[in-house]
């Protein structure tokens, strides 16, 4: 029994949305090998999401970016303005990097490549599921680096705008949250406990109104906070 059956004494429900009936049927077979994960319902297009979320209440949405109707990306935005959303995993290429950083910052939990190993896709849903996002950070600074800079400068300002609500200790965590490093890694660096991240990092996401860490991560980028965006 996985960490998050336990913790919610339930399987965890799983839509797939995908145009790719060969996908689908690959998503539905790894989803049925774990005891804790159930595929709750499929679809071949973004503009049936909203209908089978509200009939099936899912905790995680597997979704499509290149979809011939309604495209994953605005399906996800659509998905996180519901009061009370499930989260969204991305599958997708590195062809897409702009489009997976509007799904993320849409709120999408994180992405996964369509070659991802199988029991990495399982244990991704899992980790989502109990909210955690997923993603590397040395593949969401590549992702960061292609996007195109020609607002850069009014994109910062927005960013720095947005930021200014925190405070000192809250800009601190949110920059180590910039640089990928977990809870503990930030308690270590700033000579604080776990639990005290924790409530830094909560603090923060409300405030600025944001979902998850990669939203903060990308905002810190946008704001040039990293060593890396002024070098």
């Keep these: 029994m996985s960490e998050a059956e336990r913790d919610t004494g339930r399987r965890i429900g799983v839509v797939i949305v995908d145009d790719d009936a060969l996908v689908r049927v690959g998503l539905v077979m790894m989803m049925g090998g774990a005891p804790d994960v159930r595929v709750l319902a499929e679809a071949e297009d973004g503009g049936e999401v909203l209908e089978l979320v509200a009939l099936h209440s899912p905790d995680v949405v597997l979704m499509d970016i290149r979809m011939p109707t309604v495209d994953g990306l605005t399906a996800t935005e659509r998905l996180r303005a519901l009061p009370d959303p499930p989260?969204?995993?991305?599958?997708?290429?590195?062809?897409a990097d702009e489009h997976v950083l509007r799904a993320l910052r849409a709120g999408?939990?994180?992405?996964l490549l369509k070659d991802t190993p199988p029991e990495e896709i399982v244990e991704s849903v899992r980790r989502v599921a109990r909210g955690f996002p997923v993603l590397s950070p040395n593949v969401t600074r590549r992702l960061m680096d292609r996007v195109a800079h020609a607002d850069h400068s009014e994109r910062a300002d927005r960013a720095r705008n947005r930021l200014a609500v925190l405070n000192a200790r809250e800009t601190e965590v949110a920059v180590a949250v910039g640089e990928g490093r977990s809870n503990a890694d930030i308690a270590?660096?700033?000579?604080?406990?776990?639990?005290?991240?924790?409530?830094?990092?909560?603090?923060?996401?409300t405030k600025l109104d944001l979902n998850n860490r990669v939203q903060i991560a990308l905002l810190v980028h946008d704001a040039n906070l990293l060593d890396e965006d002024r070098a």
């Design 87 to 95: 989260e969204v995993l991305v599958l997708t290429t590195f062809d």
């Design 108 to 111: 999408a939990a994180g992405f």
């Design 188 to 205: 270590a660096r700033l000579f604080l406990s776990v639990p005290t991240v924790k409530t830094h990092v909560s603090s923060i996401l």
